[in-house]
């Protein structure tokens, strides 16, 4: 190496020049004043940070999460008489706990009101849904209120709503039309008292939810998540009114709803211990601010599978099936087909149906996919045994780690515009258990594998 590179390399001319000059120059007056400016501002916002801090809520209002999630279930007798086995506390156990530990408030949502078993016999009956309206007055008459939400253009019909309207005392109830505001049913199934504890499933407000019919929903205990779902009902409320043909606009509905504050979501989970939670919803009309719309949660747990993934749903397809004429709607479909070329087992159970078998067809014929059917034994359809001994259950759960239980059925109506209600779970425990359920049903005598 030559001395002159070595030179070049140090450029000791150019350190000595820079020393030479002075470090810092005397800012002047006009820079003096905005570095003041500056610091005066910094501290300004120190300050405002410092007071909203203090205006958060205290650290234990987020450590108030569940002391209890449960999977419930309504199993029907005819699958328990053919070696079956109840895996969970039934429905109706979980809804008269919600409802008997009230002090203040009983909120319920619901499709229709039939709760009332009529010229069917009690071993088919059973005292379950008596039990639970009997709750509700007992709970009625100790000062507590109960408001019912429920879809205004029925179902069925209203009278059980004129028979609570004279056995409770402190009784409201707010008509959704549903169809006029977003084109569906109002389909969640909710029971909430006190903000604290509640019910979400596939149970209507239906004696038969309660005993005949296969129905999948959660209990939850914990003031965090009480709080969030009571915003769920109070989102409903809003758009209700106390007459059944009351008008009231999506505007309308929207200004009081929009404004209805949750703090969890698929972004922004709730961690329960080593587990996360948040409330999903369809549709996405009804979106609050910060609401996930269930279809999003249900497509991304399917997108992260990687080894299993469950579902059971009443209904399964990948079309609109409400509309004229019918749709393809294959958001949830292509994303399965996607999961079973990765080597992810897909498995579906759904009740046992006669439309579109060229779709199943299409989807059994993937590699890693498989189609369950479940058809029980009917009762006499005569006497109002219809809508009985089916199989409603709504779940998906992935690689036994993540998991959904839903109120939608499976088509895309369900998640254009119907209103469900979803919880959304990263729980080992909970989600293996719906895949116990998954087993155990599909060898059910009453399960056939689509072909
Ligand atoms: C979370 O952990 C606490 C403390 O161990 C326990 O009391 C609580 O039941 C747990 N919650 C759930 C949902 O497992
Ligand atoms: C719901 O709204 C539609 C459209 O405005 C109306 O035709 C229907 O009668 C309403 N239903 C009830 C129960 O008021
Ligand atoms: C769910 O799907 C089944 C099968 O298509 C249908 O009979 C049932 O009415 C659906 N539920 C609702 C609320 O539309």
């Known amino acids: 190496m030559s001395e002159g590179s070595e030179h070049l390399l140090g450029q000791p001319e150019v350190f000595m020049e820079t020393m030479d000059e002075p470090r810092y120059k005397k800012p002047s007056k006009f820079q003096q004043v905005l570095i003041y400016s500056l610091f005066a501002l910094s501290a300004v916002y120190m300050m405002i940070c410092l007071l909203t801090l203090n205006q958060r809520p205290p650290q234990d209002t987020y450590a108030k999460t569940a002391t209890n999630i449960e999977i419930v279930e309504t199993v029907p007798d005819i699958l328990v008489q053919n070696e079956y086995k109840r895996l969970h506390r039934e429905t109706y156990l979980a809804w008269l706990d919600v409802i008997n530990r009230a002090e203040s408030e009983i909120c319920i949502a619901a499709y229709y009101s039939t709760m009332f078993c009529v010229n069917t016999p009690t071993n088919i009956c059973k005292d379950y849904a008596a039990q639970v309206v009997l709750a509700l007055q007992a709970r009625s008459d100790a000062g507590v209120k ?4 429920i879809d205004g253009n029925g179902f069925g019909d209203f009278t059980d709503i004129d028979t609570y309207k004279q056995m409770f005392l402190n009784f409201e109830v707010a008509y959704m039309n549903t169809s006029a505001l977003f084109g569906g049913v109002q389909h969640s199934k ?27 929903g959660v209990f939850i205990e ?3 998540e009480g709080a ?108 399965l ?3 079973s070329i990765r080597g992810v087992k897909v498995k579906i159970m759904i009740q046992e149906n006669t439309y579109n078998p060229q779709l199943y067809k299409s989807l059994t014929a993937m590699k890693n996919i498989e189609l369950y059917f479940m058809k029980m034994d009917t009762l006499n359809e005569e006497n109002g045994w219809d809508h009985t001994r089916l199989t409603h259950s709504k779940f998906i759960s992935v690689d036994g780690n993540s998991c959904v239980i839903t109120t939608s059925n499976w088509t895309g109506d369900y998640f254009t515009n119907t209103q469900g209600t979803s919880i959304v779970l990263e729980h080992s425990a909970l989600c293996q258990e719906l895949d116990q359920v998954m087993n155990r049903d599909i060898g059910s005598t009453f399960v056939k594998k689509y072909l």
Request: charged share 25%; with cysteine; aromatic share 12%.
């Open 146 to 149: 109960i408001r019912l939400l």
């Open 190 to 216: 909710i029971i909430i008292s006190d903000k604290k504890r509640f019910y979400v499933g596939s149970a209507n407000l239906d004696w038969r939810a309660l005993t005949e019919v296969k129905e999948i």
């Open 222 to 224: 914990g003031e965090t």
């Open 228 to 335: 969030e779902m009571q915003q769920v009902f109070e989102q409903y409320w809003a758009c209700g009114t106390p007459e059944r043909n009351g008008v009231i606009t999506l505007k309308q509905a929207e200004k009081k709803f929009k404004k209805i504050y949750n703090k969890f979501n698929y972004y922004n989970p709730l961690h329960i211990n080593d587990s996360l939670f948040y409330i999903a919803q369809s549709p996405p009309k009804q979106l609050a601010q910060t609401r996930t719309h269930d279809l999003q949660s249900i497509i991304s747990q399917i997108i992260n599978a990687k080894t299993s993934i469950n579902i059971q749903s009443m209904d399964y397809s990948p079309l609109m099936i409400y509309t004229k004429p019918q749709m393809y709607w294959d958001n949830i479909e292509s994303e």
């Open 337 to 339: 087909r996607a999961a």
